[in-house]
């Protein structure tokens, strides 16, 4: 065995691109894949604090009209 064929690579370089190639693409899929499920969990829990903030708000306007219409009553 003698030092040159020891240092053949075991892939050609063109084999070893197109491998790089491929998990750059896989890991771009990934990504974009993480990224819609954060954007999703971002967009629902946006929606849940809205939701939360009008039911919050007509809940505390209804408090309020309840108390201007006994002060009312009271005043007659």
Avoid at 14 to 28: E, I
Avoid at 31 to 43: K, M, Q
Avoid at 50 to 64: D, F, I, N, W
């Amino acid at each position: 065995m003698s030092i040159a064929s020891a240092s053949k690579p075991l892939l050609h370089p063109k084999a070893l691109g197109v491998t790089g190639a491929a998990l750059t693409a896989g890991s771009l899929v990934t990504l974009a894949f993480e990224l819609s499920i954060t954007v999703s969990a971002y967009t629902a829990l946006a929606l849940f604090l809205v939701t939360v903030a009008v039911v919050s708000l007509r809940l505390a306007h209804g408090k309020v009209d309840s108390i201007l219409h006994e002060e009312l009553d009271h005043a007659e």
